[in-house]
């Protein structure tokens, strides 16, 4: 089973600044990692796919960068609805599909 | 616009079987696998399994031994047994759309609204 990493597991940010939040793999998942976002509450929600595509209605501030063991979500200009958990998961290698055990995004 | 709604008991005893529905709403039914993911209070993601028209399935090996999907396609509907529940299957279960059939594009998308399970005597 690959074992997802992500820190910090919280982040203290402050509306306008850039977010920066990583997520490492236990082993290489090429490119096959996706982000979500999950808010109190609610079921998560996909903002990228294959490490860096944005999903459908995704605002351009957010980023997703990296490959093999290493990822990046960035989020630029943070606003007030970004505030919330963001998980990662690969889908290279299944079953299972794995997440990371998010990182808390605060003012 | 693919649209998730899903429903089941909220309550149980030890021992007892899980049971949920997840309705599909428009889109494909049959070019995807469909996931059951849970969230324990307070903690993260864990994938259940993922089920495909054609029966195909995959388990997570943690829960393998407990778990059961099946589906309804004339209902665009997919289910989750889960039997044998302790407290530790106390969580939210969502239900989502995943990978379209013959790929390896694993993201889930979208997403169930969730529905909260708790394990008590």
């Known amino acids: 089973e690959i074992v997802m990493t992500q820190s910090p597991s919280t982040l203290f940010v402050s509306p306008g600044e850039r977010a920066t939040l990583s997520c490492r793999a236990s082993?290489?998942?090429?490119?096959?990692l996706a982000w979500y976002q999950q808010k109190p509450g609610q079921a998560p929600k996909l903002l990228i796919y294959?490490?860096?595509t944005r999903a459908t209605g995704i605002p351009a501030r957010f980023s997703g960068s990296g490959s093999a063991t290493e990822f990046t979500l960035t989020i630029g200009s943070l606003q007030s609805e970004d505030f919330a958990v963001y998980y990662c998961?690969?889908?290279?290698?299944?079953?299972?599909?794995?997440f990371g055990q998010g990182t808390k995004l605060e003012i | 616009q693919v649209q998730l709604q899903q429903w089941g008991a909220g309550l149980l005893k030890p021992s007892e079987t899980l049971s949920l529905t997840c309705a599909v709403y428009?889109?494909?039914?049959?070019?995807?696998?469909w996931s059951w993911i849970r969230q324990a209070p307070g903690k993260g993601l864990e994938w259940i399994a993922e089920?495909?028209?054609?029966?195909?399935?995959n388990y997570n090996p943690s829960l393998k031994s407990r778990v059961s999907l099946s589906m309804d396609t004339y209902k665009t509907q997919f289910f989750l047994n889960l039997n044998s529940v302790t407290a530790a299957d106390t969580a939210v279960y969502f239900c989502?759309?995943?990978?379209?059939?013959?790929?390896?594009?694993?993201?889930?998308?979208?997403w169930g609204q969730g529905t909260p399970v708790t394990v008590s005597s």
């Open positions: 089920i495909s028209q054609s029966g195909s399935t």
């Open positions: 998961q690969q889908y290279h290698d299944w079953p299972p599909y794995t």
């Open positions: 989502a759309r995943g990978r379209e059939v013959a790929t390896v594009n694993g993201w889930l998308d979208p």
């Open positions: 428009g889109g494909s039914f049959s070019g995807y696998y």
């Open positions: 294959g490490a860096s």
């Open positions: 082993q290489s998942v090429s490119r096959n």
